[in-house]
């Protein structure tokens, strides 16, 4: 049982954890001091503790291109390129820009 703090005339427990399932008994003893009625009051007060989690999320975009080692002059040269996000977010908005063949 945690030790008993006096405040302002009135002795207070500070329970900082308090699992599930889990009971925390606090037996009090006292005696009157005088003859009458003898009332007894407990306050229970609390903090609720809430959290929240977020996933923190990232995209990862990978561009590869693929082209032939040679070709003929005048020939048409067969570009591929692909975009990949290996990452865990979204990638709502890219761009992709290639550079322009020299004339000849």
């Given at each position: 049982?945690?030790?008993?703090?006096?405040?302002?005339?009135?002795?207070?427990?500070?329970?900082?954890?308090?699992?599930?399932?889990?009971?925390?008994?606090?037996?009090?003893?006292?005696?009157?001091?005088?003859?009458?009625?003898?009332?007894?009051?407990?306050?229970?007060?609390?903090?609720?503790?809430?959290?929240?989690?977020?996933?923190?999320?990232?995209?990862?975009?990978?561009?590869?291109?693929?082209?032939?080692?040679?070709?003929?002059?005048?020939?048409?040269?067969?570009?591929?390129?692909?975009?990949?996000?290996?990452?865990?977010?979204?990638?709502?908005?890219?761009?992709?820009?290639?550079?322009?063949?020299?004339?000849g």
């Amino acid at each position: 049982m945690p030790a008993a703090q006096a405040d302002a005339g009135k002795l207070v427990w500070v329970i900082e954890k308090l699992d599930p399932k889990e009971t925390v008994k606090i037996t009090v003893t006292g005696m009157a001091v005088e003859a009458g009625c003898v009332k007894t009051c407990a306050k229970v007060t609390y903090d609720i503790l809430t959290c929240a989690n977020a996933n923190a999320t990232q995209p990862s975009l990978k561009l590869t291109k693929e082209a032939p080692a040679e070709v003929l002059l005048c020939d048409n040269i067969p570009l591929k390129f692909t975009v990949t996000n290996n990452g865990t977010a979204l990638q709502a908005t890219w761009w992709l820009r290639t550079h322009c063949l020299k004339d000849g």
